[in-house]
């Protein structure tokens, strides 16, 4: 299990808690649009990120809008269908 397994927290987006890997992944190869302001509070979020992106990561992370709630809720529904079905 990795660390960034064992750390929660309450998800604004979702509206329940989450796992710290998950904000990690939310957007693919890249972290939730909100992971800065989320995770500030509890330890150097912004720090970790540039340590662990490239520069044209942290750029593309950076430049990203989010994408509208319809869009995002109809993706939250697909993966929890797909993930039902896998087990």
């Given at each position: ?7 929660w ?24 649009h909100?992971?800065i302001?989320c995770w ?6 912004e720090?970790?990120?540039k340590d662990r992106?490239?520069?044209?990561q942290?750029?593309e992370f ?6 509208e ?19």
């Amino acid at each position: 299990m990795d660390a960034s397994d064992q750390l929660w927290i309450r998800c604004p987006r979702l509206g329940g808690e989450t796992v710290f890997s998950y904000c990690l992944r939310e957007a693919g190869d890249l972290p939730c649009h909100r992971i800065i302001a989320c995770w500030q509070v509890y330890f150097p979020i912004e720090k970790y990120l540039k340590d662990r992106f490239t520069p044209q990561q942290w750029e593309e992370f950076q430049g990203r809008r989010p994408k509208e709630k319809l869009s995002s809720l109809l993706e939250l529904i697909d993966e929890a269908q797909k993930n039902t079905e896998g087990q």
